[in-house]
T-cell receptor, first 114, second 113 residues
Framework: NAGVMQNPRHLVRRRGQEARLRCSPMKGHSHVYWYRQLPEEGLKFMVYLQKENIIDESGMPKERFSAEFPKEGPSILRIQQVVRGDSAAYFC????????????FGQGTRLTVV | KQEVTQIPAALSVPEGENLVLNCSFTDSAIYNLQWFRQDPGKGLTSLLLIQSSQREQTSGRLNASLDKSSGRSTLYIAASQPGDSATYLCAVTTHSTGNQFYFGTGTSLTVIP
């Protein structure tokens, strides 16, 4: 059973471009979470999704950021018109659901905006 | 709002020593608490999950305890090894926010050979 797979591992974008980060959850997991880790800071929650539904997006900036988890395929975190402040490590986690289940994290995508 | 604090922020110990990492949280209405390890430039590796009804969990040289009433958890590492060097993070989920994790800022551990 492969773990949570994120790609790309490293992504460089120029200011104003779009960044697309992909996350494939562990097999059998239908819940996906995205977190952002800024340099020298802790992980901050961004969004929680189930298949085809956004459950909680309270941690996601209102503009330029969007997330989806389609019926087929990976979850996508999309950042439009990137700015230098978007440079961070973005981590995806998955769980089978429920309130007492263990979450597993991917290796992260390190976004650098130049 | 849930606040998670980890003390100390950094810890350096000689190989073979036993050590304790601390985690405190402000809202005791938690679903569970999970300890993770993060190596530099890497993702998070789950170490132990303690459900709200449990007091402790053990895995190998690791033992995690949970005291919900006081809002505290400890991670005990026995007979530390250089390979244990990493940042250790604790995270909680709460009743009010469902499955969202609140993370502490971590304890950076260095085990000196």
């Amino acid at each position: 059973n492969a773990g949570v797979m994120q790609n790309p591992r490293h992504l460089v974008r120029r200011r104003g471009q779009e960044a697309r980060l992909r996350c494939s959850p562990m097999k059998g997991h239908s819940h996906v979470y995205w977190y952002r880790q800024l340099p020298e800071e802790g992980l901050k929650f961004m969004v929680y999704l189930q298949k085809e539904n956004i459950i909680d997006e309270s941690g996601m900036p209102k503009e330029r950021f969007s997330a989806e988890f389609p019926k087929e395929g990976p979850s996508i975190l999309r950042i439009q018109q990137v700015v230098r402040g978007d440079s961070a490590a973005y981590f995806c986690a998955s769980s089978p659901g429920g309130t007492n289940t263990e979450a597993f994290f991917g290796q992260g995508t390190r976004l650098t905006v130049v | 709002k849930q606040e998670v604090t980890q003390i100390p922020a950094a810890l350096s110990v000689p190989e073979g020593e036993n050590l304790v990492l601390n985690c405190s949280f402000t809202d005791s209405a938690i679903y569970n608490l999970q300890w993770f390890r993060q190596d530099p430039g890497k993702g998070l590796t789950s170490l132990l999950l303690i459900q709200s009804s449990q007091r402790e969990q053990t895995s190998g040289r690791l033992n995690a305890s949970l005291d919900k009433s006081s809002g505290r958890s400890t991670l005990y590492i026995a007979a530390s090894q250089p390979g244990d060097s990493a940042t250790y993070l604790c995270a909680v989920t709460t009743h009010s926010t469902g499955n969202q994790f609140y993370f502490g800022t971590g304890t950076s551990l260095t085990v000196i050979p």
